[in-house]
């Protein structure tokens, strides 16, 4: 009711001396047209202070002036009326794939490739199956990593979502103890041969 109060206040001090003031308190129009009146002038110099920002600055490098019309794109969307813009910004096909930059994932120094046929980002050497760890992630696909490169994963752990680490612990603990356990059985299996 303030904004009422302001326009009425507004409207007696352009009108002092008049005695029917106070019953044309939204005379010129009703508190919605004020309000859409409001509206479109902030829009309006919204989109020119965008049209302004994106021509001031067109000696800019190639990167940036790519993220600007992208921006451009969205913001254009926005203000149709769009109640979603995933069709000005494709969806990326691996986990974590908004972070790569043609195919790779750098995160406090270490590197993930993206796989688009696994859906999944890799971490270190691929080639034997049998040393790699395959690790769901929550958001759809897969983290795979080689066991020797566990060390270099606890570097970039920051860039996982909580649920994720908790995944990624999880199944490093049980391939921890799955590897524990197969080593007791090779140590028995070596001993039983060494008491014959």
């Known amino acids: 009711m303030q904004i009422g109060t302001r326009f009425a206040s507004a409207e007696i001090s352009a009108d002092k001396g008049r005695k029917d003031v106070s019953q044309r308190r939204f005379a010129k129009g009703s508190y919605a047209d004020a309000w859409a009146a409001v509206s479109e002038a902030h829009a309006q110099g919204v989109e020119q202070s965008l049209q302004e920002t994106l021509g001031a600055k067109k000696t800019e490098t190639e990167d940036v002036e790519t993220e600007r019309s992208e921006a451009e794109k969205i913001y254009r969307a926005a203000a149709a009326g769009k109640t979603s813009v995933e069709h000005v910004r494709p969806g990326s096909k691996v986990p974590y794939g908004y972070l790569a930059k043609d195919g790779v994932i750098t995160y406090n ?88």
């Not at 490739?113 to 760890?133: A, P």
């Not at 990593?145 to 570097?155: A, E, P, Q, T, Y």
């Open 109 to 196: 120094g270490v590197t993930f490739v993206c796989d688009e046929r696994t859906n999944s980002i890799c971490l270190g050497d691929m080639t034997n199956e049998k040393n790699v760890l395959n690790i769901p992630l929550s958001g759809g696909g897969h983290l795979r990593v080689n066991r020797d490169n566990i060390g270099d994963l606890s570097k970039a752990i920051g860039m996982f979502t909580p649920e994720d680490v908790n995944r990624i612990l999880r199944a490093i603990h049980q391939d921890a103890k799955v590897q524990s356990m197969e080593q007791e059985l090779k140590d028995m299996e070596n001993s039983v041969g060494k008491d014959l």
